[in-house]
């Protein structure tokens, strides 16, 4: 079956046709580094890695760029205007006493831990703001060139009426867009959806991040980066373009607006967007106190592994409710598998199973569908395929399931660990529990846990 996708720009699906089927271009828009990750956003970035991997499962070579905002995005976006308030680079610098540069170091350094931990392939670039000032001047002064950025007070902006098709991609025109916003349209725009391309620092104050421009002293406005690192890295038209369904609306409308009035050129064949992680069945916000990180995991418990499996369990454009039930769940259903697969000898190697690796490829092809993919997998691991054949399936669909289920294959338990076992047991028995517990502690410190079961017996599993 050919690789199809949901396209937000038709509204449909559709076969995937890259533009060289030798190479994928793949762009997604990364996070605003000003502080830590919410699991909010690594599920946009999870399902980037889902498609990463299920295009390089289908034989594409890919070249996936994932950038950085590190400067430019605006406070005022909350309220529906991302080109008022304060740049939170700028704010975070205030709040932390520390540099615009070294806030968002810090930043970018705990995202590619916790991007790490969730087993997410690297792109090929990560592209970081900053470091494109000149190439989104240049994108400027073209589009200045051909009539569609106009000056105010406050800096460069794009003129939305100039551009026919501005509001496809979400359904709305621009006329009726801004209709949400919570403040006061700038009275001295020609539009209520014109958008800065370049902000002018304050008179009365000195930034962190400014550069000199044709215009004066400024920074970019927070939809210029995209358009100039895509157009940089990967050409004037990409294959791909992802991201949270939140940035569908003005975000990436801007970024279709301003390079195609650029460049004469489509930008994006392929428009993907994944859904919202809710919270208790809400929405999730740090101003009501459940913006969860993978830190918060951590203290109760969880592996950002089961985080992974549970985004597994909605398709990437229908809502996941969060729920520290439901992750649980998704824990204990990880752990199954590795109980599974770790009482399986990796032995004499076999060829995986045709007919479910087809399956699987099949509702992976119809728009990344891992839920159902998960299914195979389960359903393919409770088949009577032999031991040999069902290792050699799992490991494949692991390439894209990517849940490191090769670490758990046939493991062997240390001596040291049984030993310890052995002993926690004896105190046991004998009812010298504050010693029963210290050695547990000791057991937990070297990766394993002890499971105490209803009939005086135990299991020993290595931990999530």
């Known amino acids: 079956m050919a690789m199809r996708v949901y396209n937000s720009l038709t509204r449909k699906v559709e076969d995937f046709r890259p533009s060289n089927p030798e190479m994928v271009t793949m762009y997604l828009c990364g996070p605003t580094v000003y502080n830590f990750i919410s699991i909010g956003n690594y599920r946009t970035y999870t399902f980037g890695d889902f498609v990463h991997r299920t295009l390089l499962l289908n034989d594409y070579k890919v070249k996936y760029v994932m950038n950085y905002t590190d400067v430019g995005h605006m406070t005022g976006d909350n309220l529906g205007d991302a080109d008022i308030g304060k740049d939170r680079l700028e704010a975070a610098a205030e709040r932390e006493g520390r540099s615009a540069r070294d806030i968002a170091d810090y930043y970018i350094n705990d995202f590619l831990k916790g991007y790490d931990r969730l087993n997410l392939l690297k792109p090929y670039k990560f592209t970081r703001a900053t470091e494109y000032i000149p190439d989104q001047i240049a994108l400027v002064r073209e589009l200045e060139r051909k009539g569609y950025a106009y000056r105010i007070a406050d800096g460069i902006y794009f003129d939305t009426s100039k551009f026919e098709k501005y509001g496809q991609l979400s359904g709305m025109t621009a006329e009726t867009i801004m209709e949400g916003a919570r403040v006061e349209p700038n009275p001295e725009k020609r539009n209520p959806a014109d958008f800065a391309l370049w902000k002018f620092s304050p008179k009365d104050e000195k930034r962190w991040q400014e550069w000199d421009s044709p215009w004066g002293v400024g920074f970019p406005g927070w939809h210029l980066e995209c358009s100039a690192m895509s157009m940089k890295e990967l050409g004037e038209t990409i294959d791909l373009h992802l991201g949270g369904e939140d940035l569908r609306m003005i975000h990436h409308q801007n970024e279709i607006a301003q390079s195609e009035c650029a460049s004469g050129k489509e930008f994006s064949k392929y428009w993907m967007h994944g859904a919202f992680l809710q919270v208790d069945g809400g929405r999730m916000g740090r101003s009501i106190g459940n913006q969860y990180t993978l830190t918060d995991l951590d203290e109760r418990g969880f592996d950002p592994l089961a985080l992974r499996y549970l985004f597994m369990t909605a398709h990437y454009r229908s809502?996941?409710?969060?729920?520290?039930?439901?992750?649980?769940?998704?824990?204990?259903?990880?752990?199954?598998?590795?109980?599974?697969?770790?009482?399986?000898?990796?032995?004499?190697?076999?060829?995986?199973?045709?007919?479910?690796?087809?399956?699987?490829?099949?509702?992976?092809?119809?728009?990344?569908?891992?839920?159902?993919?998960?299914?195979?997998?389960?359903?393919?691991?409770?088949?009577?395929?032999?031991?040999?054949?069902?290792?050699?399936?799992?490991?494949?669909?692991?390439?894209?399931?990517?849940l490191k289920l090769d670490d758990a294959i046939g493991y062997e338990i240390p001596q040291e660990v049984l030993d310890l076992v052995k002993t926690r047991t004896e105190y046991r028995k004998n009812g010298i529990w504050d010693k029963a517990d210290l050695v547990r502690h000791q057991i937990n410190d070297l990766g394993y846990s002890v499971e105490d079961l209803p009939d005086g017996k135990f299991k020993v599993r290595r931990k999530l």
């Open 319 to 402: 809502p996941l409710n969060f729920t520290w039930e439901s992750l649980q769940n998704a824990q204990n259903s990880l752990k199954h598998l590795y109980d599974i697969l770790g009482g399986y000898k990796d032995a004499e190697k076999a060829m995986p199973s045709d007919r479910h690796i087809a399956n699987f490829m099949d509702v992976l092809n119809d728009d990344i569908n891992i839920p159902e993919a998960l299914a195979v997998c389960w359903e393919m691991l409770k088949s009577n395929l032999g031991e040999s054949v069902k290792l050699a399936t799992i490991l494949k669909m692991d390439k894209v399931l990517g």
